[in-house]
Nanobody, 123 residues
Framework: VQLQASGGGLVQAGGSLRLSCAASGRTFSSYAMGWFRQAPGKEREFVAAVSWRGGSTYYADSVKGRFTISRDNAVNTVYLQMNSLKPEDTAIYYC?????????????????WGKGTQVTVSS
């Protein structure tokens, strides 16, 4: 499966952005999906994950209550709604797919990765 993330940009602190990740192939609904991010000089970190049908989600503590992950299997797309953005949310955001029904947190368990989209939050 090929993944293409979009929707990044420059936003002021307190603002919102919605990231999208479009997947190719007819088996999108078979994959658990996740979002990760990597800030300059830091390791890639988990942000959010969703199960194959969207019924279960999991968030990093740093984004809980501000970000929402969702998916639409009819259009092979997973979303990340980001509200109340903070400067520390600045990073390149990546989407990933795992051959799993349940949400996945650890990067090595993901099978496919998309190219990232830059999110910059100004103070």
């Amino acid at each position: 499966v090929q993944l293409q993330a979009s929707g990044g940009g420059l936003v002021q602190a307190g603002g919102s952005l919605r990231l999208s990740c479009a997947a190719s192939g007819r088996t999108f609904s078979s994959y658990a999906m996740g979002w990760f991010r990597q800030a300059p000089g830091k390791e890639r970190e988990f942000v959010a994950a969703v199960s194959w049908r969207g019924g279960s989600t999991y968030y990093a503590d740093s984004v809980k209550g501000r970000f929402t992950i969702s998916r639409d299997n009819a259009v092979n797309t997973v979303y990340l709604q980001m509200n109340s953005l903070k400067p520390e949310d600045t990073a390149i955001y990546y989407c990933a797919a795992a051959i799993s029904r349940w949400y996945v947190i650890e990067p090595p368990e993901y099978d496919y990765w998309g190219k990232g989209t830059q999110v910059t939050v100004s103070s």
